[in-house]
């Protein structure tokens, strides 16, 4: 009985080691002031876009109108940083 469950306990650690490993392969984990940076949503207006496009809907708070779907854009919680896209990587 305690022979299964510490096997069953250590099957379950070593799996989940595996998949947090895997994960952090497929995304780099970047971390500023010991925050997360949140990865992009895959949106059409989150693709191929320059900062100062960014700039324009994460300046404030906004409502964005996109083929009668209402996006609710949130004002940047940062200071200005160059090149959005090195910590925001698009979600695949
Ligand atoms: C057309 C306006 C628009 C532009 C341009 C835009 N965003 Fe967004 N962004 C939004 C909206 C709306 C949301 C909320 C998405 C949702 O509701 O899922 C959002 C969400 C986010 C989030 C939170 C994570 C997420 O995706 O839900 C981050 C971070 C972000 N944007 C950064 C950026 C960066 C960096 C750029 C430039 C590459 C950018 N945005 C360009 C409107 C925009
Ligand atoms: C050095 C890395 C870095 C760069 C460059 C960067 N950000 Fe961020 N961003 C972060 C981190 C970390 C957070 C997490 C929240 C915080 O810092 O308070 C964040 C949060 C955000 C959020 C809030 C998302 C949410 O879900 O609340 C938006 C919007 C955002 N960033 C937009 C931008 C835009 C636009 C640019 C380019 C002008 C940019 N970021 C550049 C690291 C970065």
């Not at 324009?56 to 090149?83: A, L, T, W, Y």
Request: with cysteine.
């Amino acid at each position: 009985m305690l022979t299964s469950l510490v096997i069953f306990i250590s099957t379950f650690v070593y799996w989940s080691i595996f998949f947090k490993k895997y994960e952090e392969d497929q995304y780099p984990l970047i971390i500023v002031d010991g925050k997360k940076a949140p990865r992009l949503s895959p949106l059409s207006f989150h693709i191929n876009k320059s900062d100062t496009d960014c700039m324009s809907c994460h300046v404030n708070n906004q409502i964005i109108s996109i083929n009668d779907k209402n996006f609710h854009s949130m004002e940047m919680p940062h200071e200005f940083r160059d090149n959005c896209m090195s910590c925001h990587i698009l979600k695949i």
